[in-house]
């Protein structure tokens, strides 16, 4: 069995990741890993710190690692990933202005076949643990996770549209890592 395949969608909160990442995961019957921070914000009770973003990404870590054995126990073709170190090291940037070396060497140590930036073109949505509902807001941090996927060698695409569009859109992106 060859290794699975590794797609990885990234952006900005609310611009469909986690929606996004399972359809993909279901539509090809492949496997899903969720992104831990949520779980873990919504326990956390108290507003979070750096040295929080280093535990959410030692366990997403972790968690990614888990999901890949998974996958090549269920012999899947691919993981989904909702996330990984990019998200870790922009969230760490933007919110305090450095991030975590852990988190740096796990970046430059994960590996991923194919990326997904999500276009902040969608309505924002509300919940307790999203932070930047401005527009131009989101558009600045959507500019950022370009920059960091233009600084990387794995081929990546920009998925913009509404939700249908979107899921077709990156269905149609991945068809030749199935292939």
């Known amino acids: 069995m060859a ?96 991030c975590h070396p852990w988190i740096l060497e796990q970046l430059q140590k994960q590996e991923a076949d194919f990326y997904m930036l999500c276009k902040p073109d969608i309505p924002w949505v509300q919940d307790e643990l999203r932070e930047y509902p401005e527009q131009e807001m989101r558009d600045d941090l959507f500019s950022i996770y370009e920059e960091q996927m233009q600084q990387q060698t794995m081929p990546w695409t920009i998925i913009s549209g509404a939700h249908e569009v979107r899921l077709q859109r990156a269905v149609e992106a991945v068809r030749h890592l199935f292939s």
């Not at 990885?8 to 995961?25: C, D, F, I, R």
């Not at 890949?68 to 989904?80: H, L, P, S």
């Open 3 to 98: 290794y699975p395949k590794r797609i990885v969608l990234l952006g900005p909160e609310s611009t469909g990741k986690s929606y996004l990442s399972e359809q993909l995961a279901k539509h090809y019957n492949a496997v899903w890993c969720p992104e831990y921070a949520r779980e873990y914000l919504l326990l956390l009770g108290r507003p979070y710190t750096a040295d929080d973003l280093l535990i959410i990404a030692q366990n997403q870590v972790e968690l990614s690692n888990k999901y890949i054995q998974d996958a090549i126990e269920k012999k899947a073709a691919a993981v989904f990933f909702d996330t990984d170190m990019h998200v870790m090291k922009i969230w760490s940037e933007v919110v305090f202005g450095s």
